[in-house]
């Protein structure tokens, strides 16, 4: 007999069977299984009539209401304590034990149970109510199908749960397990395909994530005939262009990480939330979150398709600086001739990454609207921030980060930093409890534990114990605000200092003029430190060393340095002029390495120039900082330096050379404006005195201004000036470089044998000059015109020549560029899979180091190949892709140009009132960006489509005044020669500029 305290178990998962207890029930009808099923499943009471009809809806209403009382009547007498029926209704008596095993998948979905999930995956089946069929009755049957639909969601839901889990706890092969069976369950789901991509990536299996992307493309093929969407598709790439183990640039910390086991698990499952996108640690200087933050991301490594990256922002102070650090720390090469900033966003706008922001609170201001411009543009990057300061952003989690508190792990992380001292301290026995004393008086602070254990060189525990105890009112004060913990830290640094010698204590002072670091030659030099002295500084962990033998002080120690400085104004200013003369002399040596190591320091060096108007210094520095921040493409940095400088200064002498450099910078901004105003002040200075070579920069600019738009003929002229008041090679302003800017505009305005001799004369002169940098630039100019001129083999020796010299070089930018034009060559030859070939290397090259604007211009190109291949559809997609990257960046010339490529395309297909539309397209944008050459290009695309039908005369006369245009050029000559040659017409009306795009404008 079954007791009534028995559980009614009903399993509609699989084949359904109902039970109480563990004896099985036995039922005639399946009907009978059907209504136990409903009832359970909606939990609710129905009336007799509405259960009859829907069970037998092919009856009248009394056969149905028969059928019902005799079903009921059948019910095995077990079950019957378990269901409510009277005249009126019948349900299940949900006052007793009733258990459906459904209920359980959806509750713990609801609350998220991972155990009992993964509990239950292991008795799943795929099918819901498998193998019941009741005959004649529609309303059971599509019943039936749609719980069969619900019970799929189910599933879906929770192998989808138990997937994430598994991938965000790094339970990979799990994980891989459960998001299989979620692409068994629907195939057509791309979000399944996509997890169970990312779970073989996190394994190590990318070739089956990108196999699976092809088992998604087929399967919608297939059933739908369209391609993945957009989010499938931008994760393939990504999975593409990741490296094979993706990038872990993080320092590599001094011992083992000690303690704060419930802190790292607290920290993991918030980055493990996708909400989580900004986490902020926060507390006082030396509480240990950078060594915390270093310790999460080692505990991380892999997670991320592109990787994880660390960036100290110590010695940042202002925007630009804080983007030059996050450029630095990337590893990517940023373009010459568009803001850092925007690169660096773009670079970042499609990668998954987990980026480390330390010691933000020194530029908290500065920094904030880069840190919310990258949580908006940048949605799949995770941010992990130390800062003494909360952001007090919306999207901020922030975890305060305290002192050491477990007994354990503060006495083991005091053993690691004594045991440099003396290896005795490997057994501690009755020492532990002086230990821990000392590790309570200072509150765990973990810089402190490692000051009070360096300690030991000196004093023994009890000493160490008494002296802290002197500071006890700061040290136990239970204030939590800033201000008391930096008097913990004060105490503790001041506890140091004292420990230390007259000559120690003077080092250590003026080591806090350096930023960013310092080397011994810049200490010997600037504060005339012994090295004996540094490596004491080092051993009492005042002062770190790096492998390279760089030292670094800590920040808040540094500050407190400062405090101690005697005279700061001496120290600063043989700091300043050591700098600017080191900028001055590593510049001329070539060593650009050496000035990247100590640009920090040269950047304040240069700052206490302008604040003393020490313009002796700034003056024999001007050109090494220009060049240095051309080179390396610190534009923006390079722009705010000279920018402070000419605020600052009213000397007549230094004045324009500084306006000068800083229109430079505007130039490469793209300022136009900006830079033409700062010309016309420094030409009004400049023709008052004898400056041949600031003058020759000065033209240089403008040509620079007149080549980007295109204006040719004032380009030669003013880089003709330029070069007349070059006095000779070994000036600050080289005139081989004038000479190589000359070539491309004589050869656009026709001149080409004279742009090939000068071409080659250039590259001889760099080669004897040694400058392996500009002699990469001139063969590849060099290359471009033999090409042209039809020499292409000599063309395509040279830029492989020039190829192997990048490499050598580790020239990444370069090389993306020479691998462009010399698919350039081979397209000329009509190998246009050989063109195909290189644009690709440019491109992997292009993705690889994130630049936009080449990867923009790259994939243009591509599109023509195959548009002279015929293959118009891949042509499009391509040129399509090209004009968003080319709008989303900002580049009008390279829109202009691809729109016009669509223009050229749509033609060849027939299309011609879609090319009407793109020949109108690009005209207003060429004209805005006064690009004479593509207002050329679109009038005569205009002509030929639009005006050519209504007027053939007019049409010819377009086209004969852009064919003899001096800036119209022999891409342009190509696409109108067949239209001038078919039409037979009198000599053409004599146009203007102004009147030819008046007439396309009002056709």
Not at 212 to 237: K, N, S, Y
Not at 312 to 341: C, E, G, Y
Not at 626 to 632: A, G
């Amino acid at each position: 007999m079954i007791g009534m305290s028995e559980t009614l178990h009903v399993r509609l998962i699989g084949r359904s069977t109902i039970t109480i207890g563990a004896s099985p029930l036995h039922f005639r009808a399946q009907r009978a299984v059907v209504l136990i099923a409903y009832l359970a499943v909606t939990r609710q009471a129905f009336s007799r009539e509405t259960v009859a009809t829907w069970l037998w809806d092919d009856r009248t209403q009394k056969q149905s209401m028969a059928n019902m009382r005799r079903l009921l009547a059948r019910m095995p007498a077990e079950i019957k304590p378990y269901l409510r029926v009277d005249n009126q209704a019948v349900g299940l008596d949900f006052d007793r034990p009733i258990s459906v095993d459904l209920w359980a998948w959806e509750t713990a979905i609801a609350e998220r149970d991972i155990a009992t999930l993964q509990t239950l995956s292991k008795q799943f089946q795929p099918k819901l109510l498998d193998g019941v069929l009741i005959r004649d009755s529609w309303g059971v049957d599509e019943w039936i199908i749609a719980q069969q639909a619900r019970w799929q969601q189910t599933t879906l839901a929770a192998f989808r749960q138990l997937s994430q889990h598994a991938l965000h706890h790094r339970q990979i092969e799990d994980g891989i397990r459960y998001a299989r069976q979620l692409v068994a369950i629907d195939s057509l789901l791309e979000s399944s395909h996509r997890l169970l991509m990312r779970l073989y990536v996190r394994g190590g299996q990318r070739t089956l994530a990108l196999r699976q992307f092809e088992q998604c493309r087929d399967v919608l093929q297939a059933e739908f005939g369209i391609m993945p969407d957009a989010e499938t598709i931008a994760l393939v790439e990504r999975i593409r262009h990741a490296n094979a183990t993706p990038p872990h640039v993080v320092p590599v910390p001094n011992g083992a990480f000690i303690g704060r086991k419930t802190l790292r698990a607290y920290l993991q499952a918030q980055l493990d939330k996708s909400d989580c996108r900004l986490l902020t640690l926060t507390g006082m200087g030396g509480v240990g979150k950078t060594r915390l933050a270093i310790q999460i991301a080692d505990e991380r490594k892999g997670d991320y398709l592109n990787g994880i990256y660390f960036t100290s922002l110590t010695a940042a102070s202002t925007q630009a600086s804080i983007v030059d650090a996050l450029i630095d720390a990337l590893n990517f090469v940023a373009s010459s001739n568009r803001p850092r900033k925007r690169q660096l966003l773009e670079h970042l706008q499609d990668r998954e990454m987990l980026l480390i922001l330390d010691n933000f609170e020194q530029i908290i201001d500065a920094g904030m609207p880069l840190i919310q411009e990258i949580l908006e543009r940048c949605p799949r990057l995770q941010l992990l921030v130390t800062s003494r300061e909360r952001l007090h952003l919306g999207a901020e989690w922030r975890v305060a980060v305290g002192g050491i508190t477990r007994r354990e792990d503060a006495v083991a992380l005091f053993l690691l930093h004594a045991q440099k001292q003396d290896r005795q301290w490997s057994q501690v026995d009755d020492d532990e409890v002086e230990i821990w004393e000392i590790c309570q008086l200072i509150e765990g602070l973990p810089l402190g534990i490692e000051l009070a254990a360096g300690a030991l060189a000196y004093h023994s525990l009890g000493q160490i114990s008494a002296e802290i105890r002197n500071n006890v009112n700061f040290l136990q004060s239970n204030q939590r605000d800033r201000e008391s913990r930096h008097r913990t830290a004060y105490a503790i640094f001041r506890y140091s200092w004292e420990l230390l010698s007259p000559e120690e204590q003077a080092t250590f002072a003026q080591c806090a003029c350096f930023r960013g670091g310092f080397s011994a030659d810049a200490a010997r030099a600037v504060i005339n430190a012994h090295p004996a002295i540094l490596h004491a500084l080092v051993d009492k962990s005042l002062l770190q060393i790096s492998a390279s033998g760089r030292y670094h002080l800590h920040e808040l120690l540094r500050q407190f340095a400062a405090g101690k400085v005697a005279d700061r104004a001496a120290v600063a200013e043989k700091m300043g002029g050591y700098f600017l003369r080191f900028l001055r002399e590593q510049y001329a040596a070539g060593w650009l390495g050496g000035i990247s190591a100590e640009w920090d320091n040269i950047q304040a060096a240069w700052r206490w120039a302008i604040q003393h108007q020490r313009w002796d210094a700034h003056n024999d520095a001007i050109d090494a900082l220009n060049q240095y921040c051309y080179r390396q493409n610190r534009f923006q940095i390079g722009l705010e330096l000279f920018t402070a400088a000419v605020a600052a200064t009213t000397d007549k002498q230094t004045r324009p050379r500084l306006l000068i450099r800083q229109a430079n910078f505007f130039v490469l901004m793209a300022q136009y404006d900006d830079a033409i105003a700062a010309l016309q002040e420094a030409e009004q200075l400049l023709f008052h005195a004898d400056a041949p070579v600031e003058t020759a920069i000065y033209y240089q600019i403008l040509g620079h201004i007149a080549a980007a738009k295109s204006d040719y003929v004032a380009a030669r002229s003013a880089f003709q000036t330029s070069l007349a008041h070059c006095a000779d090679v070994t000036s600050a302003h080289n005139p081989t470089y004038v000479r190589l800017l000359l070539v491309k505009p004589l050869y656009y305005l026709g001149d080409h044998a004279e742009a090939l001799n000068l071409a080659q004369q250039v590259v001889a002169e760099f080669q004897a000059q040694g400058d392996d940098f500009y002699l990469a630039r001139a063969q590849t100019r060099l290359a471009d015109i033999m090409d042209k001129q039809g020499d292409w083999q000599g063309a395509e020796a040279l830029l492989n020549q020039t190829l192997e010299q990048q490499r050598v070089l580790g020239d990444e930018v370069g090389m993306g560029k020479t691998y462009g034009l010399l698919a350039d060559k081979a397209v000329w030859k009509d190998d246009f899979e050989r063109g195909i070939y290189y644009t690709e290397q440019s491109l992997a090259i292009h993705y690889r180091i994130g630049a936009p604007l080449s990867i923009a211009i790259q994939l243009g190109n591509l599109g023509t190949y195959y548009h002279e291949l015929k293959q118009y559809d891949k042509a499009q997609s391509l040129y399509a892709e090209s004009l968003r990257r080319s709008e989303q960046i900002g580049d009008r010339m390279g829109m202009v140009f691809t729109i016009q490529n669509m223009a050229e395309l749509c033609e060849w297909q027939g299309e011609v009132a879609q090319a009407v539309t793109f020949w109108e397209r690009a005209l207003p944008i060429a004209l805005d960006i006064q690009a004479e050459d593509r207002i050329l290009h679109a009038i005569a695309g205009i002509a030929q489509t639009k005006i050519l039908p209504q007027s053939p005369q007019r049409a010819y006369d377009l086209l004969h005044f852009v064919r003899h245009h001096p800036a119209s050029v022999p891409e342009t000559h190509r696409y109108l020669a067949d239209s001038l040659s078919a039409l037979q017409h009198d000599a053409a009306s004599p146009l203007t500029l102004e009147q030819a795009i008046a007439y396309c404008q009002h056709s």
